[in-house]
């Protein structure tokens, strides 16, 4: 398992933007495909997007903020970040990025066995 720290989370505008960071602690972060969920209030958590460890960084994203958020990845500084554009008042949750040793794990939330402590964002109308 790696620890992980999220950060960059915060109050915007609607149609702004954010990014957030998740750093890792360990020497084995480029072997995880790291995953970003999200969960509102009264609501269950859901599945953001996730970018695997494979060499080709692939990337699956929810259908509700595919062509607005993009995940990326520095290994040299066992970070993901996710990129959030066009930003929603139904983009309001506390986003967690969680780690798996799969390279697809895809939405399943219980494929990940490392989990941040979650980061607040708020979008205003």
């Known amino acids: 398992q790696v620890q992980l720290v999220e950060s960059g989370g915060g109050l915007v505008q609607a149609g702004g933007s954010l990014r957030l960071s998740c750093t890792a602690s360990g020497r084995t972060f480029s072997s995880y495909s790291m995953g970003w969920f999200r969960q509102a209030p009264g609501k269950e958590r859901a599945f953001v997007g996730v970018?695997?460890?494979?060499?080709?960084?692939?990337?699956d994203y929810a259908d509700s903020v595919k062509g607005r958020f993009t995940i990326s990845r520095d290994n040299a500084k066992n970070t993901v970040y996710l990129q959030m554009n066009s930003l929603k008042p139904e983009d309001t949750a506390v986003y967690y990025c969680a780690g798996s040793a799969l390279a697809r794990p895809g939405q399943i939330d219980n494929l990940y066995n490392s989990w941040g402590q979650g980061t607040q964002v708020t979008v205003s109308s």
């Open positions: 970018i695997s460890w494979r060499s080709d960084h692939n990337t």
